[in-house]
């Protein structure tokens, strides 16, 4: 283990009181923008309800009584406690530089949704000071990028049903996930299961308002204005744009971006976790990782209306009345199917076609990836989906 970590884990373990007697921290196992997690042993766990060995079993789970950290010393631990299996925890060392809002909302949401199936549930919290640590269940899985290639259409629809089924759950409760990316879905290709974890810019349905969900009249009146006052291409565009500027949640990881996250609507829906799906299975089946690779939004727009075409992401934009218009040479107006993609990403433009399960699986894709958000399937309606019957093979 390298200096740093090892700092690092003893600033932890001496910046909350009692933490030695009841973590022993092992590695760290993940840093991201907004904490670091470490996986620890958890010394004391059966004086919790030790219901929740998301090892075993992933079922439904009891969260524990909240408790405060014991003084006994480890030392003093009897003996049958020593010699139980561990149970392994995952904790999330949340940066201090994240707001208190942001803190509470990831912990609320996980503490909502802390019944449902295939969401990683929050053991406990400990603040102290300004530093706030989360306490999961250790829960075992590859990096995505070790088994994405070697995975088969079936393997594919299981990986998926896990990972619906967790979205299923959190949109039924109104709540967006807002980063549905591989490292967010922690997978173990040995148990084929999985969790959904990191609420860190979830947020519940709602918002203000937008046109694309006005009624049909204001949504009339609101796009003609929309299409006047922008320029026509052949004007090239306003040098001062008084056109009032937009502000939405953009919120998520470049790549797994909707396109009406893109577009800035303002209300946006559980469906934006469902396009960021697609793009996980777009680049299972065309064994790319990342598939999009912009660098901000304009470019993710591009590579969006790559294959979609000028046609269909001018449609896109009115729903959130917004002009799409691009003189990119590469941006076709009809742009390519999905079935042509994946030949091409997988190096097979000679005339091979896609297996049936692949063609099934690109069916599905297509419903995933509907550039109109009103029109893409939702977690309930994919969990029906002849698709997902491939993985009961
Ligand atoms: P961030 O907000 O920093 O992205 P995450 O909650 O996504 O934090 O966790 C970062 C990484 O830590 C994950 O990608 C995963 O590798 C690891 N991790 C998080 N929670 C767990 C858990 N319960 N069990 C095992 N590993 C976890
Ligand atoms: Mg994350």
């Known amino acids: 283990v390298d200096g740093n970590i090892l700092h690092d884990m003893e600033k932890l373990q001496s910046a909350i009181p009692g933490f030695r007697n009841q973590y022993r921290l092992i590695k760290r196992i993940g840093e991201g923008t907004f904490s670091t997690v470490y996986k620890a042993e958890d010394l004391a766990y059966d004086r919790f309800d030790n219901s929740w060995d998301m090892e075993k079993d992933n079922e439904k789970w009891t969260p524990p009584p909240l408790k405060s950290f014991s003084t006994q010393s480890t030392a003093t631990l009897d003996h049958t406690q020593r010699r139980r299996k561990p149970k392994y925890v995952a904790i999330k060392k949340i940066y201090v530089t994240s707001s208190p809002t942001r803190i509470l909302n990831e912990l609320e949401l996980l503490h909502d949704l802390r019944d449902c199936q295939s969401v990683c549930p929050l053991i406990t919290a400990f603040r102290q ?52 990316k591989p490292t967010n879905f922690l997978y173990d290709p040995a148990s084929r299961r999985g969790v959904l974890v990191d609420f860190g810019l979830a947020e519940r349905e709602g918002g203000t308002h937008c046109i694309c969900h006005d009624d049909p009249v204001a949504r009339k009146t609101r796009l003609r204005a929309a299409l006047h006052s922008s320029s026509a291409p052949h004007n090239g565009f306003p040098k001062q744009d008084t056109r009032p500027s937009r502000r939405a949640n953009r919120a998520g990881t470049r790549g797994f971006r909707a396109p009406e996250v893109l577009f800035k609507c303002t209300q946006q829906t559980t469906k934006i976790d469902i396009w960021s799906v697609g793009v996980i299975l777009l680049t299972i089946l065309s064994r790319r990782f990342p598939f999009f690779n912009s660098a901000d939004d304009v470019e993710a727009m591009i590579e969006i209306a790559t294959i979609f075409g000028q046609k269909r992401m001018r449609a896109a934009g009115i729903l959130h009345g917004c002009m799409f218009d691009s003189n990119i040479p590469t941006i076709g107006q009809v742009g390519f199917s999905l079935e042509r993609i994946i030949l091409w990403s997988t190096c097979r433009d000679n005339g091979e076609k896609l297996s049936d399960d692949e063609k099934k699986a690109v069916e599905f894709l297509g419903r995933c990836l509907e550039l109109d958000p009103s029109k893409r399937i939702s977690a309930d309606e994919a969990l029906e989906h002849d698709f997902m019957k491939l993985g009961d093979r």
């Open 129 to 180: 000071t300004d530093q706030v640590v989360a306490i999961l269940p250790y829960f075992r899985h590859a990096d995505f990028r070790q088994y994405f290639r070697k995975m088969t259409v079936p393997d594919m629809a299981i990986y998926l049903k896990s990972l619906f089924t967790a979205l299923s759950s959190v949109h039924a409760n109104g709540i967006l996930h807002r980063d549905i």
